[in-house]
């Protein structure tokens, strides 16, 4: 209650007390990241606050009006809070996305990896999609362009990576000069005018069959250790092979690599699709940008010319516009793929084909994207226009 004695407090007064008040999802008070603002302050002391939640439905509203309550009802000239609660716009939510993610980016801890690298995590809904094929072979096809390109085997339980590549050695560690404690290095191979450097758990057993039986802090320190204990050295791109799902692992590199980029890998199958779509909604979550779907296994083709979609079809297509995210591609389904990986030679290298064509163009659009982004990072307003673009598509779908 306030006291007959203490007048109203201002707009300014107010406004500042609702700074104090934080989105604990968005880690921003409700002020700037544009959710609150006072609508009228009455001569009885009476505060009406306009709030806007992200989402009608959202499980932090509780929450955030017993802090408001708190803040601002704790004035001695204030005699009442009543809050009106409404939802933000797609425009609105994208602009707090946008400076969610600037955040996210801004508090993120240092790691080893090149902040010119562009970080594209290969990720899915579920295992069994060829999310780790796939890795191996836009990997080795950016690297044919003439890039270094980091391939992080982020599957700590599912390592398949180094067979697939043809690497076969332990990896080791040496002193570099000015690092306190020795680092990781990675395996090379050259590919064309390209080199890849890859890191995996599965250069850290003797056997391949070897089972590794690590569980939650486990993985997110692992991950840590090939961020923080890696010497990368100079990398154009970071290819980084996700386990399925969205877990431990996931969650950690989202936080101590916030500037990752997803790449969704789903099969035709609309059930594949509606797991994939799980991925996208970490990415929401955790404030990354999904660049594009690709739509793997999309269908057989006989030495007769005949197509024959085993796994359905549509899927790839339908995650897309979901999610609104573009479709990189359409990986058709062909032996030569499997057989490239079983003996360490992926098909873009020496192959040809559907597939290796499909591969090609993939990476050719990356490429294509980096080297946009590249030329805007000059001009911080194009960029953020760029991730607010795709937060607002995202968002609109959620």
């Known amino acids: 209650m ?18 104090a008040v934080m989105d604990p999802e968005l880690g921003d ?19 009406a606050i306009g709030m806007k939640l992200t989402i009608k439905g959202c499980p932090l509203r509780v929450q955030i009006k017993q802090d408001i309550e708190a803040r601002v009802g704790t004035h001695p000239g204030v005699s009442k809070v009543t809050i009106d609660w409404g939802e933000m716009t797609a425009e609105e939510r994208t602009a707090v996305m946008t400076r969610a993610r600037w955040n996210a980016k801004e508090q993120a801890p240092d790691t080893k990896v090149p902040t010119n690298a562009r970080v594209l995590a290969i990720a899915s809904g ?4 060829g999310k780790s094929s796939v890795t191996v072979n836009l990997a080795a096809a950016i690297a044919q362009a003439g890039y270094t390109v980091g391939v992080l085997d982020a599957d700590i339980w599912g390592f398949s ?10 990896l080791e560690a040496k002193r570099i000069d000015g690092v306190e404690k020795p680092q990781i290095i990675p395996n090379e191979r050259r590919i064309g005018n390209g080199l890849l450097k890859v890191v995996s758990t599965g250069m850290l057993v003797d056997d391949e069959g070897t089972a590794l039986m690590w569980r939650g802090l486990m993985l997110t320190k692992a991950v840590e250790q090939f961020l923080n204990d890696v010497h990368w050295g100079e990398l154009d791109y970071l290819l980084i092979d996700m386990p399925p799902g969205t877990g431990d692992v996931q969650m950690g590199l989202a936080r ?39 739509e793997n296994m999309s269908a057989f083709t006989c030495d007769h010319g005949t197509s024959y979609a085993l796994f359905g079809t549509g899927g790839g297509r339908a995650l897309a516009d979901e999610i609104g995210a573009e479709l990189l591609g359409q990986v058709p389904i062909e032996s030569a793929v499997a057989h490239a990986g079983d003996t360490g030679e992926p098909i873009v290298i020496n192959g040809s084909g559907a597939a290796a064509d499909a591969f090609n163009a993939i990476a050719q659009k990356i490429i294509a994207n980096t080297i946009s982004l590249a030329e805007m990072a000059g001009c911080s307003a194009r960029n953020e226009d760029i991730v607010a673009v795709s937060v607002s598509r995202r968002d609109s779908n959620a």
């Open 29 to 47: 008070n409700i002020v700037d990241l544009g959710m609150a603002a006072v609508d009228s302050i009455s001569a009885e002391g009476v505060v």
């Open 2 to 19: 306030s006291s007959p004695h203490v007048a109203p407090p201002s707009i300014a007064e107010v406004t500042n007390r609702l700074r």
């Open 126 to 129: 579920k295992g069994g999609v």
């Open 256 to 294: 101590m690599l916030p500037r990752t980029d997803l790449v969704i890998v789903t099969t035709p199958a609309v059930s594949a699709q509606k797991v994939a779509i799980r991925a996208a909604d970490m990415a929401r979550r955790s404030f990354l940008r999904v660049a594009g779907v690709i």
């Open 161 to 170: 990576i180094p067979r697939m590549l043809g690497l076969s050695d332990r």
